[in-house]
Nanobody, 126 residues
């Protein structure tokens, strides 16, 4: 059974940077065709997708709200995914969740993701 564990959350200043990691345990190698995604949920708001990486060529996908500021990547073994967050804004404050699924498709459909981490808090002060 694959388990996802996020790390790297914390507090940052507006304009600063943070890097999140998501490690998959229970698997020595994840197939290339899996989709990994980062979602976030701010207080009183729905969980939304912000970045995804998917397919054989590790294509990235970003929500408009983070495009140009966030970068998603993964290691060669496909067992760890990163989210580099630059030019942070106060509105990036949320709990960030890592998710994974065994297929490609709608990167922002929460119901399609089989595996979820427990989340890590990111707080950005202005």
């Amino acid at each position: 059974q694959v388990q996802l564990v996020e790390s790297g959350g914390g507090s940052g200043q507006a304009g600063g940077s943070l890097r999140l990691s998501c490690a998959a345990s229970g698997a020595t190698h994840i197939p290339n065709y899996w989709t990994w995604a980062w979602f976030r949920q701010a207080p009183g708001k729905e969980r939304e997708g912000v970045a995804a990486i998917y397919g054989d060529f590790a294509r990235p996908d970003y929500a408009d709200s983070v495009k140009g500021r966030f970068t998603v990547s993964q290691d060669n073994a496909k067992t760890t995914v990163y989210l580099q967050m630059n030019s942070l804004k106060a509105e990036d404050t949320a709990v960030y969740y890592c998710a994974a699924k065994k297929t490609t498709g709608d990167n922002w459909d929460r119901a399609g993701f089989e595996y979820w981490g427990r989340g890590t808090q990111v707080t950005v002060s202005s």
